[in-house]
């Protein structure tokens, strides 16, 4: 690895949101791109101020307008990004069951086509796959039913996997499985819930870096974790709703990263003990740090723990996405620019 750049350097990048060099191993990204809320931040006034589109989103019963930019800005993300986290895969897979694309997949063709070779794109698994049980109406009302998809190897081999890998190539840096929250009494028993996922693993190709976030605590148990050290999977750590604090997860991981890519994934999505409809509310118009998100106890113990972890991946020599979440601080570029300076003040003192 080269020399570290000196930090004044990267202090004064990271004040331009400008994330790309503040540490070799260290990639900043979001969970999802293209907000108009980041003009000046990231996309710059004079060319996207004219291009934005705006669309209505019901949140909790109340309506908000999004307002977006086009596929196009992928530029200009990436000149302030290492990696982009892509959200729109979970909703449905690439392609149907005869091959035919849907336009998520396009979209994927846009964003590599339109980026430099060095992009790098973490893709979220299709729920089809990763969702023991999905959320339909049923008779004019909402239900959850069983999914009969759910860990199907072949499903996410052909209608996910080989089309992502042939749109994207080399800049595919990971798929996180991520497996929504389930009551205890939902699920199955330690020993079944390891031999599903297991069947899963054993059945699609490993040639792609999996990395698995499991958003039920209970489902950590040691059975678990040591399948998934065995195994060489990713653990997913996850400031989120439900989950432990990050300490606390890179303690029942053994202090240990799984990933056999070298590679590990942090996700800050929205504050612990709070739902999303309640921070994406605090969160909107996402162009700034947010009351309530920003200025709380738990933001702090978040950049504090998530700091910590980046300088234990660059101690292991494994490269760190530190994805970021509008609904974890207000805006995803003030939230990785807090991290940067707070990973640059240590390494400063420690004469890194």
């Known amino acids: 690895m080269s020399e570290p750049r000196p930090i004044d350097d990267r202090r004064d990048e990271a004040d331009r949101f400008d994330l790309r060099r503040i540490h070799p191993l260290l990639r900043f990204g979001s969970a999802s791109d293209r907000y108009a809320a980041w003009i000046d931040q990231i996309y710059p006034r004079d060319v996207w101020a004219g291009e934005v589109k ?89 239900t959850y039913i069983d999914n009969p998809d759910y860990l199907d190897a072949g499903l996410f ?9 042939g749109k994207l190539g080399a800049k595919l840096a990971g798929i996180i499985l ?52 065995n195994r060489e999977i990713g653990f997913c750590f996850s400031h989120w709703q439900w989950l432990p604090p990050i300490i606390d997860q890179w303690r029942l991981v053994a202090e240990h990263f799984s990933s056999s890519s070298a590679s590990a994934i942090v996700r800050l999505i929205q504050p612990r003990d709070m739902d999303f409809n309640t921070s994406w509310r605090l969160a909107y118009p996402f162009e700034g740090p947010a009351q309530g998100l920003s200025d709380t106890r738990d933001a702090q113990r978040m950049i504090d723990e998530t700091t910590a972890l980046m300088f234990k991946a660059v101690e292991a020599g494994v490269t760190l996405d530190v994805i970021g979440n509008n609904r974890a601080w207000g805006n995803t570029p003030d939230l990785c ?15 890194e």
Not at 95 to 120: H, I, Q
Not at 180 to 185: D, F, M, Q
Not at 203 to 218: C, F, G, K, T
């Open 54 to 142: 705006t669309r209505k989103k019901n949140v909790g019963g109340e309506s908000y307008e999004e307002r977006l930019l086009p596929v196009s800005s992928i530029e200009d993300y990436f000149l302030h990004f290492g990696v982009l986290e892509v959200d729109s895969t979970y909703y449905r897979p690439l392609t149907d069951e005869n091959g035919t694309p849907s336009p998520v997949l396009f979209t994927l063709e846009r964003y590599s086509d339109a980026t430099e070779p060095s992009a790098r794109f973490l893709l979220k698994a299709p729920q089809q796959v990763v969702a023991r049980r999905l959320r339909r109406k049923v008779d004019g009302r909402w």
């Open 157 to 165: 081999t052909k209608q996910f996997l080989e089309p992502a890998q």
């Open 178 to 229: 991520e497996q929504p929250y389930e009551r205890a009494s939902d699920s199955p028993p330690a020993d079944e819930f390891v031999a599903e996922w297991d069947r899963f693993v054993s059945e699609i190709p490993n040639d792609a870096a999996y990395h698995l976030e499991v958003r039920s605590s209970h489902q950590l148990t040691p059975p678990y974790l040591e399948w998934l050290a």
């Open 337 to 351: 620019r807090a991290l940067a300076h707070r990973f640059l003040d240590f390494a400063e003192r420690r004469g």
